[in-house]
């Protein structure tokens, strides 16, 4: 049976921040990130992802979709089942599961479970995962703007993951989504 593939996507400036309050984003972006997700059964998030998604996009008890660009967006991730990677945390909700142990075994049990795919984001969790070789698609939308700080992707990874570009996809906003597969 084949394993459901882990895919990752990341917003980067073209001085490689993915410092996400130095990134901007607009309607066509958001779909793109909606397109993305509905591609998975669930996501894989370590804590501060997990934390920075659900402050920025879990539904109030009882609230009405408005007419916000994100709101698709933010009913599709508030929907979504998630692992959340954290042995700092206690407990999670938002539809969440708090998974703890050996990182390789417990990606290749989620992989191996029947579905569409798995998605992650974020920086820690995503070099943790390059370096065990568990990533099956790599998505880098470059936006064209320099930040001058942030954080990086992949900074210490300890060894060269070479990638196959298998698609690229222009924005109106310039921004230009690039996907890759490992060789």
């Known amino acids: 049976m084949p394993m459901r593939p ?46 920075l998604m659900e402050s920025a996009f879990r539904a109030p008890a009882g609230a009405a979709a408005g007419s916000h660009a994100v709101d698709p967006f933010a009913r599709t991730i508030d929907a979504a089942r998630k692992y959340v990677v954290s042995d700092s945390l206690d407990v999670v909700d938002w539809n969440a599961e708090l998974v703890r142990g050996e990182l390789g075994p417990l990606v290749r049990r989620l992989k191996q479970q029947p579905g569409k795919g798995l998605f992650v984001g974020g920086v820690k969790l995503p070099l943790a995962l390059a370096e065990l070789g568990l990533i099956d698609e790599y998505e880098f ?43």
């Open 6 to 51: 882990l895919r990752y996507s990341i917003h980067l400036t073209l001085d490689g921040c993915c410092d996400h309050s130095a990134i901007p984003a607009d309607e066509e972006l958001h779909r793109h990130a909606v397109e993305n997700l509905r591609q998975a059964d669930a996501l894989l998030f370590g804590r501060v992802t997990y934390e």
């Open 141 to 183: 939308i470059v936006h064209p703007r320099l930040a001058g700080h942030g954080p990086s992707v992949f900074a210490g990874l300890s060894k060269h993951v070479d990638l196959r570009l298998v698609s690229r996809l222009e924005f109106g906003s310039g921004a230009v989504a690039m996907r890759y597969v490992p060789k």
